[in-house]
């Protein structure tokens, strides 16, 4: 999981919850994280649709926060 892939899913996060603190009314959403096969990770953001990103974690250093993945890693945005 690069911290490109971490970028992209944080900025997803924060723009739902821009949406939902802004909206006259009741608003909710919620993230789920699946552990895939292949050394990858399955984010899910719920909010009336759903972003679906899967990121590869087997490199991530949680001491730093800062990965050694290689640059031909991509973060695949599927799309329901």
Do not use: C, W
Not at 40 to 48: A, F, L, R, S, T
Not at 55 to 67: A, E, I, L, V, W
């Amino acid at each position: 999981m690069s911290n490109e892939q971490i970028s992209v899913v944080k900025e997803q996060l924060l723009s739902v919850f821009e949406d939902a603190f802004q909206h006259n009314g009741f608003s909710e959403f919620r993230v789920e994280i699946k552990i895939l096969k292949r050394q990858q990770k399955e984010v899910i953001i719920h909010y009336g649709k759903q972003h679906r990103f899967v990121m590869d974690y087997m490199n991530f250093s949680r001491s730093t926060g800062k990965t050694k993945a290689s640059p031909s890693q991509k973060l695949v945005n599927i799309k329901p």
